[in-house]
């Protein structure tokens, strides 16, 4: 947040879960992976990425709709972690033993 970073959160009990972001105002990514570089090598996960103004138009529109109805914490409230959940250990055993290199677990 001190480098100028805006958090917004959606309202509970709601889970936003959108996976797409704009850069400037020419191109629009949008798909199916995590932004980052192991879920990029990991999972097979697919990303769309369109050079399109009018598309960038449209997705910042639905951003705005998402903005609206969040709230925007100050920098006090934004360091807390979640209270942990309990998760299916079977379920998450092999990507939590994945290595980051992005080479599966066989």
Known sequence: MEAGVRIYRYPAPFILHAKHFTIDDDVAVIGSSNMDMRSFGLNYEVSLMLPDPAVVVRLREV????????????????????????????????????????????
């Open 63 to 106: 951003e705005d709709d998402y903005r609206a109805i969040s709230k925007e914490p100050d920098a006090r409230g934004v360091g807390r972690a979640p209270t942990p959940q309990p998760v299916r250990r079977q379920r998450h055993e092999a990507h939590r033993r994945a290595p980051v290199t992005g080479v599966p677990v066989t």
